[in-house]
């Protein structure tokens, strides 16, 4: 392909916290760099030479109609010109077969037919590894607990040949979108990662963070981007900046603190704490004496709890404070959970 192209040999080869073989391999970028191009050419390599079959994970099931065609046409025109690639699906949809000149290559599978697929899961244990691209959609519209189907899927698969688990490694792609993706929250990312970080380690996984600059200067260099040169989605595009975050505030206040409330959300505990120094700060660490304990859902809610309604009087002063700028956070998570508290 090329040095100018993304090149995920690094990544494939890296080691997990524990100088262990990772599971979950992430590769996150700018746009255009030749991330899934890199991995779809890869995963197809595999099978061409190795008889390796591939799963392929989408969010939804009519994603996965035609998909040999999403899938191949880029790579088969640039690597592939003598192979043909074509898809059928089983089961009223359930599942997608995919074919490399008639012979059975890998599966398209959808997380929320999550459910479905455990009824399958004996017709994947061929399969070798599983390639989840855009794991970051630009929209931040995640299915009803992702997170959870995205592990209910990989147990199906992980399953069969004579053993209770089987090494099936995830090859997850995105660009740049949210420190607050359900995936960094779930392994520990988001408050570790930062902009000039190349390799972070995690306890079965390795996250890897390019900026193509070749990629980044041809983006900026376009007639049409350059017409738009101070926007936020150009900014995305072409630099270690996360679409849909705002890195503003994220600072602890000087001083000495009052507790005023501990808030619940996603079941996790987060504490509000007002400071002499005149911020509002909120913190992934709370007391759980403290009387006033309010909850951002129903799923939230619970024995000494308060829905957030029922403080309507203290949320407009804490919003007064937030529009005046008085608010600070320990991280980005805990500045998500005041928006979702203070939002009309």
């Known amino acids: 392909m090329g040095s ?43 099978f061409l030479k190795h008889k390796e079959k591939f799963i392929v994970l989408y969010r939804y099931s009519y994603e996965c109609k035609g998909c040999s065609e999403k ?46 697929i455990k009824k399958y899961s004996h017709l994947f244990t061929d399969a070798k590894r599983i390639l989840f691209d855009e794991f970051q959609p630009e929209s931040n519209v995640y299915i009803a607990d992702e997170l959870q189907k995205f592990q209910s899927i ?7 040949q004579g053993a209770l688990v089987r090494y099936v490694p995830v090859i997850m792609i995105s660009n740049f979108v949210t420190l607050l993706n359900p995936y960094y ?13 190349k390799i972070l380690r995690g306890d079965g996984f390795v996250l890897e963070q ?26 995305y595009a072409s630099e270690v900046r996360y679409l849909n975050d705002n890195d503003a505030f994220i600072e602890k206040p000087s001083g000495q603190g009052t507790y005023l409330c501990t808030i619940k959300c996603e079941g996790k505990e987060y504490g509000i704490i007002n400071y002499d120094s005149g911020y509002i700060y909120v ?25 957030a309604g029922q403080y309507s009087g ?26 979702n508290l203070l939002k009309y």
């Not at 350059?226 to 150009?234: N, P, V």
């Not at 407009?316 to 805990?334: I, S, V, W």
């Open 210 to 235: 390019t900026l193509n600059m070749n990629a980044a200067k041809a983006q900026k260099e376009s007639a049409f981007n350059r017409a738009f040169k101070d926007s936020q989605y150009l900014k």
């Open 4 to 46: 100018i192209y993304y090149d995920g040999t690094t990544l494939l080869n890296s080691k997990d916290i524990n100088k262990q073989v990772p599971e979950i391999f992430i590769s996150t970028g700018n746009r255009t760099a030749g991330k899934t191009t890199y991995f779809n050419r890869y995963v197809v390599n595999r």
């Open 283 to 307: 913190s992934d660490k709370s007391d759980s004496t403290f009387r006033i304990k309010i909850s951002l859902t129903v799923d939230d809610h619970n024995v000494g709890y308060v829905l």
């Open 71 to 116: 899938f191949f046409t880029d790579i088969q025109s640039l690597f592939f010109a003598d192979h043909v690639m074509t898809d059928k699906s089983f089961f009223n949809g359930i599942f997608t077969r995919l074919y490399i000149d008639d012979e059975v290559c890998g599966y398209a599978l959808a997380l929320n037919d999550a459910d479905k």
């Open 154 to 160: 990989h147990m199906s698969i992980a399953r069969g």
């Open 314 to 339: 203290l949320i407009m002063t804490l919003r007064q404070c937030f529009q005046k700028g008085y608010f600070r956070f320990k991280n980005l998570q805990c500045k998500n959970v005041a928006i």
């Open 185 to 197: 929250i779930g392994m520990g990312i988001s408050e570790r990662l930062r902009s000039e970080t």
